[in-house]
């Protein structure tokens, strides 16, 4: 296992190389404004360290080097969003959305946003890597029943994971690989997906309009809609 110190280099020098290339082609001007820079952290270990005492796991080594590298506020990925590391700001108010313990009881610590529309981005810490990483994962908030939001047993089919630990996540994410891009989906997620193609199919078969939806019937439910327009 790598050491602290070599984590914090290598991700320095990822996070130099990603963010020279996507400046490329801005002006000087605006290479040099703090929204588009690179910061030496100021966050010292004992400022983590006091962090971690609010959080219902320790962060994974490679999340504490990613705080300790650099502060930085264009971590907008497109697919994922990672909060600001502003220079300006304490460490505790950066990182709100570890400190919501919405996740924290069926196993998640939240650490960003991911598809653009709320969907959060999340660490496995009850699914920990031999090294102590943690599995980086999503939820498509938009089609997870209610019902499943605290149990993870249940949670466990709308999960989709999108990469074994953060420090595979962030070089991932810096490299824009392909296995990340697009954002990966759950298993039932993509069950879903199959079932409303099938009614999408169905709808055209029979003359109708692709966001057709016959009344009576739950129109959340593809399965459902499959069998009434079939019948039809």
Not at 38 to 43: H, N, P
Not at 116 to 138: E, H, N, Q, R, W
């Amino acid at each position: 296992m790598s050491s602290l110190a070599e984590d914090i280099r290598l991700i320095r020098r990822e996070m130099s190389h990603w963010l020279t290339s996507l400046c490329a082609g801005m002006s000087p001007e605006m290479r040099d404004d703090d929204d588009w820079r690179l910061i030496d952290s100021t966050i010292k270990e004992s400022d983590v360290a006091a962090f971690e005492q609010q959080l219902p796991a320790l962060l994974p080594q490679s999340y504490r080097a990613f705080l300790l590298s650099y502060h930085t506020s264009c971590l907008d990925f497109g697919e994922y969003t990672l909060p600001n590391l502003r220079h300006d700001e304490r460490l505790g108010d950066s990182l709100q959305l570890l400190l919501h313990p919405e996740f924290w009881g069926v196993g998640y610590m939240q650490i960003g946003w991911a598809s653009g529309c709320g969907d959060p981005l999340v660490m496995d810490f009850k699914s920990a890597t031999p090294d102590g990483d943690y599995p980086i994962c999503v939820f498509n908030h938009d089609i997870v029943p209610e019902d499943c939001w605290g149990d993870r047993e249940l949670l466990e089919p709308w999960k989709a994971l999108i990469a074994g630990s953060f420090r595979e996540f962030f070089l991932a994410l810096l490299h824009g690989d392909d296995r990340i891009f697009p954002r990966p989906r759950a298993p039932e997620e993509q069950r879903r997906n199959v079932a409303w193609d099938e009614v999408e199919r169905l709808l055209k078969e029979k003359g109708l309009p692709p966001y057709h939806r016959p009344d009576g019937v739950p129109k959340t439910d593809p399965w459902k809609i499959a069998e009434f327009v079939r019948s039809m």
